[in-house]
């Protein structure tokens, strides 16, 4: 996890955790991982990149290229808690 401040969850963060909590996120492994929802890839890789290194988002080892399920981290999850209770 990067030592730098967590990015601010934004309406589409929010969905992406949504997506990945129900089960329809997917990671195709490398050096950034790169997430897709429902076997589409998501239109803000950015963002994907910044869940991941926030440490919301776990990244299960694979080889390059493999695709994995995105699961979020406990932080992950109490994050998009909050971020729901918020809203």
Do not use: K, W
């Amino acid at each position: 996890m990067d030592t730098a401040e967590p990015h601010e969850l934004t309406a589409r963060t929010r969905a992406m955790l949504r997506a990945i909590a129900a089960g329809r996120g997917t990671l195709r492994c490398g050096r950034e991982p790169h997430l897709y929802i429902d076997g589409v890839p998501c239109c803000d890789q950015f963002s994907a990149h910044a869940l991941i290194h926030d440490g919301l988002v776990a990244t299960p080892p694979g080889p390059t290229g493999q695709f994995v399920p995105a699961t979020l981290t406990p932080a992950g999850s109490a994050a998009l808690d909050l971020a729901t209770a918020a809203a």
